[in-house]
């Protein structure tokens, strides 16, 4: 089998390869070809931390595996180290043979803002202009570089709870030439698009918050009891996700159906926009919601296409086992 380190995957992935990794196998699971296991994510009690299984089998792309790991919330302040921690580990689906071992952090990281920019390219409004981020961690830098190369956006602004963290989002403006503005929540209304990446288990974004026309994308929420909006913007909203069971159980769904204010069959792939056999956006005032939970295809997706340019570059680590 073999070896791909976390410290190779900066050289070997970019951010256009991860999207169109993450497009394809998005589309490949709403028309049937793919499809992920019932996700296993628990509080192990010890560091606080959210542990668990992410898998799925690709019979287009003959890819089988899981990713093993999760949310560490102390590590950065204690350790040094950044919070989400995984590793992929890919199979032969002819033989069952363990095939690959890859550093899932980055590819993480990069596979979760490349869900995100897929709904925005299908989702959003072609003339955004202002897009604003709500979570200023690790993955919300990954999300809004990801996110402005989609469409020609002209200005950032952020919510975080803990405030000082708002430069993190500013540097990545800055970086694509753009100004940022810290605003409060009820700021957001200026938003053509707005990004949730945050650890948390309340509502933050309220429904009156958003304006007409706007996509929203909440990618914080992957586990039982987190949250990051008003189950009332999804009333309001036309809501599209990455895996319908896995939004109404473990997404941001999960409180709008649980209270009933929406029925699991107003939850539609974004897979199905990808290949034409749902509308996605009809009007400029549609309010469109993507809740992407992070699918275990996902992470086998941006796997195996590292493994494949670490053996062809020669960087993947050969061991017998
Ligand atoms: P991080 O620890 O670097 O950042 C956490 C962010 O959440 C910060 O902006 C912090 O201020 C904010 N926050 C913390 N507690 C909060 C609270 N109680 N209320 C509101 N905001 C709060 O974490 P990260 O690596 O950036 O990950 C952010 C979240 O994204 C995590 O919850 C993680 O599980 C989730 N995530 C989702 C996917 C997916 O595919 N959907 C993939 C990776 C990570």
């Keep these: 089998m073999y070896i791909v380190p976390e410290r190779e995957i900066a050289g070997l992935m970019t951010r256009e390869a991860a999207f169109s990794a993450v497009e394809q196998v998005f589309a490949a699971m709403a028309s049937g070809d793919a499809y992920n296991f019932p996700v296993i994510r628990e509080a192990i009690g010890h560091e606080d931390a959210l542990y668990g299984f992410k898998g799925g089998f690709d019979q287009a792309g003959l890819t089988l595996g899981l990713k093993a790991g999760g949310y560490w919330p102390n590590n950065l302040e204690k350790r040094g180290i950044i919070n989400h921690q995984s590793t992929v580990f890919l199979f032969d689906p002819d033989t069952g043979k363990a095939k690959a071992m890859v550093g899932g952090n980055l590819l993480t990281a990069l596979r979760t803002a490349a869900a995100s920019s897929v709904s925005i390219k299908h989702l959003a409004r072609e003339d955004a202009k202002v897009i604003g981020m709500i979570g200023a961690g690790h993955q919300a830098t990954f999300q809004l570089r990801a996110a402005l190369e989609q469409r020609s956006f002209e200005k950032v602004i952020g919510w975080n709870l803990h405030p000082e963290m708002l430069p993190n989002l500013a540097k990545v403006a800055a970086e694509a030439g753009l100004p940022f503005e810290a605003v409060e929540l009820d700021g957001m209304t200026e938003a053509d698009m707005i ?7 309340d509502a933050i974004l309220g429904a009156g ?3 007409p026309g706007t996509h929203v994308a909440c990618m914080g929420t992957d586990t039982k009891g987190k949250q990051e909006v008003d189950p009332q913007l999804l009333v309001k909203a036309d809501v599209f996700t990455d895996e319908v ?7 941001e769904a999960q409180h709008a159906v649980g209270q009933g204010l929406i029925q699991e069959s107003d939850v539609a792939q974004i897979g199905a926009v990808i290949n034409g056999t749902h509308q996605g956006r009809t009007s400029d005032d549609q309010i469109t919601l993507f809740d992407g939970t992070g699918v275990g295809l996902q992470d086998l997706a941006v796997a195996a296409s590292v493994v494949d340019l670490a053996i062809e570059k020669g960087i993947a680590i050969e061991v017998d086992f």
């Design 209 to 211: 918050q958003v304006s």
């Design 195 to 201: 990004i949730s990446i945050t650890s948390s288990f």
């Design 245 to 251: 069971a896995q939004s109404i159980t473990i997404g």
